[in-house]
Nanobody, 114 residues
Framework: QVRLAESGGGLVQTGGSLSLRCAASGSLFRIYTMGWYRRAPGNGRELVARMTRDGRTDYNDSVKGRFTISGNISHIYLQMNNLKPEDTAVYYC??????????WGQGSQVTVSS
């Protein structure tokens, strides 16, 4: 079993920066990808950024140039710069794991005030 633990997030003004961290534990060799998703009030969950085992990255168009995903399969980070009010959401770390499916962290609140 793979488990995820998140930290980071918080409250910031428009234009500010925050970071998120996710630590994976368990059968790390079974992880295919890790990434960050978010859910804003009244919206569905959407991909923010993800990373494959070999380091390829993929971003939601709305965060390109502002957010950076980094790390490796055991730890991933999301650096969020130039934050906007529309980035306000609960952010979830996620891993896609062989024979386990999608695994989720507990969620971290990110609030951007205007």
């Amino acid at each position: 079993q793979v488990r995820l633990a998140e930290s980071g997030g918080g409250l910031v003004q428009t234009g500010g920066s925050l970071s998120l961290r996710c630590a994976a534990s368990g059968s790390l060799f079974r992880i295919y990808t890790m990434g960050w998703y978010r859910r804003a009030p009244g919206n569905g969950r959407e991909l923010v950024a993800r990373m494959t085992r070999d380091g390829r990255t993929d971003y939601n168009d709305s965060v390109k140039g502002r957010f950076t995903i980094s790390g490796n399969i055991s730890h991933i980070y999301l650096q969020m710069n130039n934050l906007k009010p529309e980035d306000t959401a609960v952010y979830y770390c996620s891993a896609f794991v062989n024979a386990q499916g999608s695994v989720w962290g507990q969620g971290s609140q990110v609030t951007v005030s205007s």
